[in-house]
């Protein structure tokens, strides 16, 4: 019988980020992925500024960046008639180097995770599925499969990032709990346009069918994801989406001559569900991304919700599996991460209605998702247990670049240096932060990053001017004041 620290079960931009996560850690680990290859459909399509935030310190943000547009307009059309350009939302903020969403295929995001992975010394075990689980005394006993060959692992930890149809998440009873929105389909694919120029995201909207058509040129690359909205039949059912039935439809909303799809690389039916797993924890079992929950893509929120649970789940495994907390810790992996998945489900919804309503005037349609709050800058932990500190002040959107009202739970503000760079680039790497104020003394242990602040940007960001705060690995603040080495003991 085989032994491994944590087993990650699909590999996914999900279980990439968790084993980029791990090995940076230095825990060991294995990822397995029951597919034979990486897949190539476009799938999911938006990096959040977040999100960007958790790949720049994973050192592969500026090369996504090279790979998607940020300020790709909006075309939209009624009919055949062009209505106009609408630019894309930016949410100007100075707290971030990423103030914009990145908009790219998922299969690049994969590809960059994959060569960091390789870079730390990772790799895939393709072909693999779990086919059983089981709790045992010391952690979870899994089996796995491979051509036709059974190997029993036992794991002190076993992590499902296998999608929305997790078959890890049904073998371990968790409750998947919410709706599916049968008369809410879309057909989704990736084709090669010819008759189009690839400088927008082209919309065409209507009354009956709120975005008739969509259009999406990805970036270095011959191929456009379509996007069509479906009415099902009495039973629910939409036909199966091919290359010929592309263009008949297109032909029959949009009735513009010279525009032909020529190839079609990945088709797929969209039903939008809206469903959160009852808990993310089941032992020594975790689930984390769409395993955990599922929503309407109105947002483009859904692989970048994933990451950043991948991102919380980390380094608490590594701190519990190298001695430096108690198990109680990864409590707090669900505890923090499912009020967030609250969150999503009904933003998602929200903003799904809203832009559904605008296609339907023929005016709106795509422009109408982003806002503040889907750059996901403003989440917070503030209701952790893990949070301590900090001025009893409620923060508007965007209020932190201001300073005053900084709380333990918030995101660590970035900073453009006056001397130049950011504040992130002093604090990239998987140790704790701890920002030092007004030079007074910092008895903190190895393993903590200390960063004595002179620089009057990083004074006005935090609202701080004397005192410590401690930035937890993953980027939230942990804590705003003075107790450094209580906290530590606390974990």
């Given at each position: 019988?085989?032994q491994i620290t944590v087993l990650i079960v699909g590999a996914g931009p999900v279980g990439l980020t968790l084993a980029c ?128 060959f059974v190997e029993e692992v036992a794991c002190r930890y076993m992590v499902a990032c296998d999608g929305g149809k997790s ?325």
């Amino acid at each position: 019988m085989n032994q491994i620290t944590v087993l990650i079960v699909g590999a996914g931009p999900v279980g990439l980020t968790l084993a980029c996560e791990l090995a940076r850690r230095k825990v060991p680990f294995r990822i397995v992925e029951r597919l034979a290859e990486p897949p190539r459909g476009s799938r999911a399509k938006a990096l959040q500024p977040r999100s960007l935030e958790v790949f720049n310190d994973l050192g592969i943000a500026e090369e996504l960046m090279k790979m998607g547009w940020t300020d790709l307009p909006f075309r939209k059309f009624n009919g055949s008639q062009l209505i106009g350009d609408s630019p894309r939302s930016v949410f100007a903020r100075e707290d971030t180097r990423y103030p914009k969403t990145l908009l790219l295929p998922q299969w690049k995001v994969e590809d960059s995770l994959r060569g960091k992975l390789g870079e730390l010394g990772g790799t895939i075990e393709w072909s693999t599925e779990l086919t059983d689980v089981s709790h045992t005394d010391g952690g979870v006993m899994c089996r796995l499969e491979r051509a036709g060959f059974v190997e029993e692992v036992a794991c002190r930890y076993m992590v499902a990032c296998d999608g929305g149809k997790s078959s890890t998440r049904k073998k371990l009873g968790i409750n998947f709990v919410g709706e599916t929105r049968q008369q809410e389909q879309l057909w989704v694919g990736d084709v090669e346009v010819e008759g189009l120029t690839p400088d927008a995201w082209y919309n065409w909207l209507g009354s009956k069918f709120g975005i008739a058509f969509a259009l999406f040129p990805f970036k270095d690359t011959r191929i456009w994801q379509l996007q069509a909205v479906m009415l099902p039949d009495e039973e629910g059912n939409v036909p199966t989406p091919t290359l010929e039935g592309f263009n008949e439809l297109f032909k029959e909303r949009t009735q513009m001559e010279g525009v032909r799809f020529t190839n079609s690389t990945w088709q797929s039916i969209y039903r939008v569900n809206i469903r959160r797993a009852e808990r993310y924890r089941v032992g020594n079992a975790f689930i984390a991304g769409d395993a955990g929950h599922v929503h309407s893509i109105a947002g483009g929120m859904g692989m970048n919700t994933g990451i950043q649970d991948a991102y919380n789940l980390g380094w608490k495994l590594a701190a519990v599996v190298h001695g430096q907390a108690g198990d109680g810790l990864l409590d707090t992996y669900g505890e923090e991460r499912i009020p967030i998945a609250d969150w999503l489900l009904a933003a998602t919804s929200e903003r799904q209605k809203a832009m559904m309503a605008a296609a339907a005037t023929g005016k709106a349609g795509f422009e109408t998702l982003a806002t503040q709050d889907t750059t996901q800058l403003n989440l917070n932990y503030r209701d952790s247990s893990l949070s301590v500190g900090g001025a009893d002040v409620e923060l508007r959107a965007g209020e932190l670049s201001a300073g005053a009202g900084l709380r333990a739970g918030d995101r660590a503000p970035d900073v453009r240096l006056v001397g130049g760079g950011w504040l992130s680039d002093r604090l990239k790497g998987p140790e704790w932060k701890l920002l030092v104020f007004g030079g007074v003394s910092a008895d903190v242990d190895e393993g903590v990053n200390v960063v004595q602040v002179g620089d009057e940007a990083i004074v006005k960001a935090y609202g701080v001017d004397r005192g410590v705060v401690l930035i937890r690995p993953d980027g939230y603040v942990a804590l705003v004041g003075d107790s450094v080495r209580d906290y530590f003991k606390g974990l």
